[in-house]
């Protein structure tokens, strides 16, 4: 198998249906030999859960690989940097739920946000994969929410978010009762993702790599090092990433100026705003407002070269 994330990783960017936080991903075309062609890792921006319908492989979180067969499932965090590798010439049959957890728990949670955040750290705390027969609960919640999404039946939303809903809190409560894999770096992943929720609070304000860093109780030059070790690009490089992605969905959704826009997504200058834009999606705002049906296709392109090895 490749050594996965010796050059490169991948931002998979996902976007929600209109009023419904989850997005489910089924079908023939996920049957497939997984990683065939690809020799770097990915993430993404909302909770991803898959489950394993047939064949074997390997999957990677950060530095780590877990066997996966039949009836297996995984949970990955948001922002979590992983990849499926099917084992040599064979198929593999997985299906997915992306999962905007907060802006679920919001519509259904009365307990306020300080409750909503402790569940969603909660539940976004580990990546892990198991054996349905390990979790059956966790397991046929999954099956039936991906079975009510295929057949759309009458009310099939507002069961799955309800049966969602179950999903999530089963998750967060393995969460409390399973320990992290020791292997598992907690003294840089618990600061990394602490400064990954406070970027997509506030990408919006002037912020500098001494904030991050002071967010998360670290020296500037330590925090640098922690974030591209573990994100493969630098804090500002990520930073540029997440206001380009809120640039789009402005671009996309509303008739502001470009240079309104520019600075509702935190840019201190225009032209910085333009050369990052370019950089990312490959053309100028302008044309690409054009043609936004592009959005999500030109972000998953989007590769992120590592300056210093995986």
């Known amino acids: 198998m490749p050594n996965k994330g010796t050059t490169k990783i991948e931002f998979r960017y996902y976007k929600m249906p209109d009023d419904v936080p989850f997005l489910a991903l089924f079908g023939e075309n996920w049957k497939q030999q997984y990683g065939k062609g690809i020799d770097y890792l990915h993430f993404h921006n909302y909770l991803e859960i898959g489950y394993c ?17 039949k009836d297996c499932f995984s949970i990955i965090p948001q922002n979590c940097i992983h990849t499926t590798d099917s084992d040599p010439d064979t198929i593999s049959s997985w299906e997915y739920l992306f999962i905007d957890i907060d802006s679920l728990l919001v519509q259904i949670c009365q307990s306020g946000i300080r409750r909503i955040s402790q569940i969603s750290s909660r539940i976004n705390s580990r990546a892990f994969l198991k054996q349905e027969q390990e979790s059956p609960k966790i397991g046929q919640t999954i099956r039936g929410i991906l079975n009510l999404m295929r057949r759309k039946e009458e009310f099939y939303l507002e069961e799955a978010k309800a049966e969602m809903v179950v999903l999530l809190m089963n998750i967060a409560r393995e969460n409390s009762t399973s320990r992290l894999p020791e292997k598992l770096p907690a003294k840089e992943t618990i600061p990394i993702a602490q400064s990954l929720d406070y970027i997509s609070m506030h990408y919006m304000d002037p912020l500098k790599i001494e904030d991050l860093a002071s967010n998360c109780h670290l020296s500037e030059s330590h925090f640098r090092k922690i974030f591209s070790s573990y994100m493969g690009m630098g804090p500002m490089e990520y930073l540029n990433m997440v206001r380009i992605r809120a640039a789009c969905d402005l671009l996309k959704r509303t008739d502001d100026f470009v240079s309104d826009i520019a600075n509702k997504c935190g840019f201190a200058t225009f032209s910085t705003f333009i050369r990052n834009f370019k950089k990312i999606m490959g053309v100028s705002p302008n044309k690409w407002r054009k043609r936004p049906d592009n959005y999500e296709q030109q972000l998953l392109k989007a590769q992120i070269h590592m300056e210093n090895g995986w």
Do not use: F, S
């Open 53 to 69: 319908y047939d064949g074997t492989g390997t999957l990677v979180i950060g530095k780590e690989k877990y066997r996966y067969a």
